[in-house]
């Protein structure tokens, strides 16, 4: 397994420089312009000049390679030089948002809390909920519990965030006066009383989020069971005499995991991609609303570091899943 | 957050009472606490300068200060200057190509240090520095020098005689940047001053104290602000991001914000969130503009990449018959009845604002289908095959490809208009665009606005200032976009009279007035009647206040956060 | 050790009665689901509506109506209507009969995708590694560019192959399709390199079994359920996608109603007309719904140890 994991790493870097290129000529082909947020009264030859000053005048290739000495030689240099307090990225042009004109690697780590602290707990509260949700419904298929949770996941996963979203804000922050609607962003967490207030303008965005992570992970983990369930190993472990509970929690659930691993890695790298919808209801500025204007604003530095820092990740969790599977199941192997 | 409010309240009333003074606005700096803004686009940088968006400008502004601003009327006002130049009082030289500016005396900037001529002078090199890319070049379009005789005069040189000499450092698109804190960011190092871009030094009522681009920015009272009992608030919370439903919302129903910029909303929704008690919406018009674009080359795609929207005409849209009663068959005042409400009103001018330039002419109101109608027939544009959609006098049929950007005011409008169209004989074909594709100058993408792949477009579009003479130019011949100019180009609907462009000539070189504007008017007239664009209404700026926020007038000339200084809190 | 083809050689033995179809036995046991019974008739209830609806109906989805904007519902206008006049009823049927055709399509090809790759990869050791890679690069795309770069390669040359109408259909149920295969093929994979290592499969291999018998025969019809979720999740998402590319213009034009864009337009309107947004929303829940239960009843009849009791 170790083996297999090395060699899935070192394969992983020409992927992950293979995808960098093919994000890169992807937002290249793409239409779109720097300058399309820039007033119409500005004229167009000032708006060339501006394309200009932003490097856009080079060529492709050009860019492109600039952009991977920034990311994979500057960008690593700056991390050690605040990690040790060495001056290796002195004078190097770094990773340069054309929107805010400043680095975007440090834009990025400015969202990561509220990123992490929203999106993050919201995926680990569905997660959390979505397990026990789906071993029920399966284990007493059909019961009125079963019923009710299939309904309200699928309706929880069929009406999209831009409308639960606003409409917990209208029952919340309008009609009741609970809740904030807008999230606080610079809020510090020092005391009791900060930590209410940080609660509580994490409860809506939390709850609308999880619901979809929710609905989704405990359909999957119902059909697992519901396959693993009626297998022989099942009766067999009964007939040995084991309490239902070791059978059912022990056996039965480590072999439905798969299918769910599966797709809890695959929501993990989301995490840190943001939610966008729902960041932008509540205002969050997490990183989908990072990604989600830099795109808007066809700010392609930006778009394009945060795109392969998403990739890194996917390929870093799928890798991990792949890991799991020969935890959960020794028959799986690699090679 | 009804705690939250009582909380504000509470401090409010603290501050009166310790207060000296008995009215609300008057007393000392900072007595008010905290103020609250909320801009739906979310500001990246403060500076105008690196960035034409209105959110950069109007965040700037409350740092960053110009010599001159436009009021709510969009006269001019002296702001750091002690006066406004002009011929009569000897600040403008009689031949027009020079303007003397006076700085008030004992201006700091907020690191206490003087405002000097310098600083404005280095204002005018960092702008048109070849490498800076600024985005606020054409202001200082025609400046050949900026002299400084001594530490409080500026003077501006124009390669010829200026009409309008107010360009360079007047309203919120150019104001003055500290010499000492820039002087390493010229030319290609301004984008990578950071810090500098982000913390500007300024002589402005606020300074940032944390600046997060695309999110929120914290600022504070500024310790040398000229004016002592001024600002009345110590901190300004200026939060980015979400949608104009929200940012509304926020304001009117929940009282969390005190202010809320550009609240583009349909006017039932607007008067729901009214009904919320909280705050109230605040309107202004300036020269915004909704229009339909007419397309006078022909849009067909089988021309070709290099002829469609490029050779002339278009297969009938550059008859009078047919424009006309394509705007007759329109009723405006329907249009602004469901898009803007309060925020809107009928137009049939291009420069709709300031009333001097603007021809006031209303005849276009008049929604008449059967007169439109009637003028087709008769220009022979009749449904020979009897399918529904009439035919042109050679056998086409009039089949119209209507597109615009992504918004829901102006789908609604699309899907209006589209049935008035239908009525009228006309077979249309509605096409939205997201905006940073439509808007986007890409000269690879067959969407954009200027590329006009499309029979008719609609958008909004304005100018700067009060002077109409550049946004007047988009009607010149050889500002088309086209191949040869990859598709840039300010003339979008490819308008083109040699008597247009002649008289445009006669307005940049008339200084008078009054002559000025009668030019302005007829140029404005000529191209409306001779098939330019269809204008529908003239788009005011709404944005909303809280009830407990004073002092907000709100600018459609300048930057709406102008009088930011002068804003308090009113006991409720 | 659960295959159904394992019985048909005994089945075949009893020649006194006459041979069943296979097919007929599912249908047996689907008819004992009530829930899926009952999903069936509503899916039914659904696509009759949103085909024959608008033939019966007198409203025009498309027509304004400007006096009669705002209205609650009546007699003439049973779901009220909207912002402009136009007939929500009308609306409701014009728009469900894209949402429904997209979400279908959409849905079956990227499960058809998914589950292609998803089965090659897990049982073909040696397309595990590009299969997986490439699964990787997609995921990692960033969706609205890729969707931009699609309409702007395609969408002409659709439009003029098949028409506006047919092309940006096509068009947008390429795009969600190839967006969304993805998790499928990620689940089916896991499940497969679970699988392929049980005993049945080894025996089956072990009797010389082509591996396109065994694929077929006794790995898919084993991996059902992980489909039957991913297809029901699915469709809620591709007419949830549906509705934002029509919101950003790559999608149909913007008169056209969808179920994702009447509830994206009425969420401004959410407290003065909450009608306008309920009818949307329930047409998308039940309908996903529906196929939810549809696909237990389904999943339950194809399954041999439960169709035998």
Redesign the interface.
Known sequence: MLTFAIRRLLISIPTLLFISLVIFLLLELAPGDPMAQVPLTVPDEVKQKMRLALGLGEPVPVRFVKWMYQFFVVEPSVFIDWLFGTSLSEGQQRVISWQTRSPVMDIVVQRMPQTLWVVGLAYVVGVLIALPIGIISAYKQYSIFDQAGTFVSMIGFSVPPFFTGVLVIVIFSIQLGWLPSIYDTTHVVNDWDSFVVQFKQMIMPVMVLALQTTAQISRFMRASMLDNLNQDYVRTARAKGLSESVVVMVHVVRNSMIPVVTVIALGVPAIFGGAIITEQIFKVNGIGQLLITAIQANDLPMVQTITFIFAVLIVVFNLIADVLYGILDPRIRYD | MKTKHALMGAVATVALATSAFGAAHEGERGRDGEVRILYWQAPSIMTPYLSGGTKDIEAASLVIEPLARYDTEGNLTPWLATEIPTVANGGVSEDLTQITWKLQEGLLWSDGTPVTSEDVKFTWEYCTNPDGGCAQLTKFGGVTAVDTPDELTVVVTFDGPTPFPYGPFVGGQSPIIQKAQFADCVGAQASSCTEENFNPIGTGPFVVTDFRPNDVITLEANPNYRDPSKPAFQTVTFKGGGDAAAAGRAVMETGEYDYAWNLQLAPDVIAQMQSGGMGVPVAGFGPLMERIMLNNTNPDPSLGPDERSVIRPHPFLGDPAVYKALSMAIDRELLVEVGYGEAGRVTCDWVPAPAVYATGDLSCANFDMEAAKAMLEEAGYVDSDGDGVRETPDGMPMSILYQTSTNAVRQDFQALIKQWWNELGLEVELRNIDSSVFFGGDPGSPDTFQKFYADVEMYANTFDGTDPQAYLGNGLCDKAPRPATQWQGENISRFCSEEFDALHAELTKTADIDERARIAKELNAMAVNEGSMIPLVHRGRLSAHSNSLGGVALNVWDSELWNVADWHRIAE | ?TDPAANAPAEALVTARPPRNQWLDVWDQFKTHR?ALFGLAFFVFIILMVTVGPLLWTYDA???D?RA??QGPSLAHPMGTD??G?DMFARMMAGGRVSVAVGLTAMALALMLGTFVGVVAGFFRKF??PL??L???F????L???L??GV?LFR?RLNGLFG?ELGIFILIVTGIGITSW??TA??VR??V??LK??EFVLAARSIGTPPRRLISRHILP?IL??I??SA??GI?TA??TE?ALS????GF???FPTW?RL???A??????YPGR?IWP?LA??F???SV?FIGDGL?DAL?P??RGR
Do not use: C, H, K, W
Request: charged share 20%; aromatic share 4%.
């Open positions: 050790m829930g498309t027509f304004i400007i904007r705002n912002q402009l136009r595990d590694g997986m890679r699964t990787d690069l995921l990692a795309l960033p609205l560019p890729l931009l770069v702007l002409e506006p993805m998790p990620r689940i896991g499940d390199l679970a290592e049980r084993n359920s992980p039957m979720v029901t999740l809620a007419i949830i509705s919101f950003l213009g790559l034009p913007p008169d994702g509830l994206f337009d969420t401004d309107y959410l407290q003065q947004v929303g998308i829940s309908t996903v719904l939810n999943r399954d140890r439960i």
